[in-house]
Antibody
Framework: EVQLVESGGGLVQPGRSLRLSCAAS????????MHWVRQAPGKGLEWVSG????????GYADSVKGRFTISRDNAKNSLYLQMNSLRAEDMALYYC???????????????WGQGTLVTVSS | QSALTQPASVSGSPGQSITVSCTGT?????????VSWYLQHPGKAPKLLVY???KRPSGVSNRFSGSKSGNTASLTISGLQAEDEADYYC??????????FGGGTKLTVL
């Protein structure tokens, strides 16, 4: 059974940093691209970042480019999102999602975690 | 990276068919066969319904079907059921190695 479990969310002050993690199991993690998607309270889905199976292809939404860094450790079946210079508008539930394919171009996110909540407030 | 345009809400009665539209541009929806559709019930994670414009993952009911014409993709739900009441999102690959979601459509089953 595919499982994606996010962690690392919490309350953080504006301008500070936070690192999210996603532990994957139940599939060959190193064969698939992975993504972070966020959802602000009461709002729609927003794609944040994606990384290909071998980290060779990475993409970011304009809203986080230069502040967030996605990475993965295939040996640990884990996905990460380093978030720096956090802003109030980054407050959201952050989902980790698996792609059907190895590259991020496909954008078919077939499994999702339950999300980890990031609250940005002073 | 502008969001794809979806109607805020649609509604239908049980047994009817409804269609949700998703309008993009020639830089995303119109240039790639890479539109996907997701269903999200309140408080739950999204679920993939359609990928690559028209394909359904195994286990997804054939009541859900995707199509596309030019810069507009569509999701049709036939034989509406009460459990179809949810939010629906489209998503497309966009030039520049990014993905972009639509704003979401709330489906009400009357």
């Amino acid at each position: 059974e595919v499982q994606l479990v996010e962690s690392g969310g919490g309350l953080v002050q504006p301008g500070r940093s936070l690192r999210l993690s996603c532990a994957a199991s139940g599939f060959s993690f190193d064969d698939y691209a992975m993504h972070w998607v966020r959802q602000a309270p009461g709002k729609g889905l927003e794609w944040v970042s994606g990384i290909s199976w071998n980290s060779g292809s990475i993409g970011y939404a304009d809203s986080v480019k230069g502040r967030f860094t996605i990475s993965r450790d295939n040996a640990k079946n884990s996905l990460y999102l380093q978030m720096n210079s956090l802003r109030a508008e980054d407050m959201a539930l952050y989902y980790c999602a698996k792609d059907r394919w190895g590259n991020i171009v496909g954008g078919a996110l077939d499994y999702w975690g339950q999300g980890t909540l990031v609250t940005v407030s002073s | 990276q502008s969001a794809l345009t979806q109607p805020a809400s649609v509604s239908g009665s049980p047994g009817q068919s409804i269609t949700v539209s998703c309008t993009g541009t020639s830089s995303d929806v119109g240039s790639y066969n890479l539109v996907s559709w997701y269903l999200q019930h309140p408080g739950k994670a999204p679920k993939l319904l359609v990928y690559e414009d028209t394909k359904r993952p195994s286990g997804v009911s054939n009541r859900f079907s995707g199509s596309k014409s030019g810069n507009t993709a569509s999701l049709t739900i036939s034989g509406l059921q009460a459990e179809d009441e949810a939010d629906y999102y489209c998503c497309s690959y966009a030039r520049g190695t990014t993905l972009v979601f639509g704003g979401g459509t709330k489906l009400t089953v009357l």
